[in-house]
């Protein structure tokens, strides 16, 4: 029996929940021997928190991967169902990165993963959550404060790029990923907030 159209979103979503659930910053420290990359610095899963372990290539392959686990489900989504169903395989994939089933519902902070999805839903949002992120990264060396600027840009930029169908998820993403960075503002306001190469940067993504 074919798949009722009306069907395509919710298979979207458990399509893009469960490949943005894939921990991988986790399954590579452990591939690489160092251990649960939980029970250093943030806790994170995401990016940040892998190059506390000292290993700038396990990060950066995180950082791919957890982009790429943004970008998959968008695409694959758009191909079969269309925009709306991008629209709802975006939104859970981030969901699946920071509430994964299969660590507690306990995961990263969604930036990269929503890189991965920005570029997913329309490449010059893509484009302009990645000039934002690494500007302010490179600026202030604060992966946090990076990572949230270019949420929020990533939203701004959906209307004005003519992409207005996917402000709602975007803009709802963001308001997901400020929140989770909550303790990180904290740090923020106080001044505290660690930047990137010190001994514990604090965004975790």
């Known amino acids: 029996m074919p798949t009722e159209p009306t069907s395509i979103p919710l298979w979207a979503a458990l399509l893009g929940y469960l490949i943005g659930s894939i921990p991988f910053g986790l399954l590579l420290t452990r591939a690489a021997g160092m251990g ?9 899963i995401g990016a940040t928190n892998v190059l506390r372990t000292g290993n700038k290539g396990l990060a950066a392959g995180t950082l791919l991967l957890d982009l790429l686990k ?17 629209a709802f395989a975006a939104g859970a994939a981030v969901l699946g990165h920071c509430f994964p089933v299969w660590l507690g519902f ?3 902070k969604g930036v990269a993963t929503n890189a991965g999805v ?13 000039f934002v992120w690494l500007s302010v990264l490179a600026i202030f060396r604060i992966s946090s404060l990076a ?24 803009a709802a993403i963001a308001l997901l990923i ?21 001994s514990k940067d604090g965004a975790g993504g």
């Not at 649960?36 to 994170?44: Q, T, Y």
Request: hydrophobic content about 55%; glycine content about 16%; overall charge positive.
């Open 70 to 86: 943004g970008l998959a489900p968008v695409l694959i989504a758009e191909c079969l169902g269309g925009e709306v169903a991008a």
């Open 118 to 130: 920005a570029f997913g839903l329309a490449w010059p949002v893509g484009l302009a959550y990645a």
């Open 147 to 170: 990572g949230m600027a270019a949420v929020v840009a990533a939203a701004a930029a959906a209307p004005l790029f003519g992409y207005p169908q996917f402000f709602p998820v975007l």
């Open 178 to 198: 400020i929140y989770l960075h909550r303790a990180n503002i904290a740090r923020l306001a106080k001044g505290e907030e660690p930047r990137v190469g010190g």
């Open 36 to 44: 649960d990359v939980r029970k250093i610095g943030s806790g994170n």
């Open 106 to 108: 306990k995961g990263g």
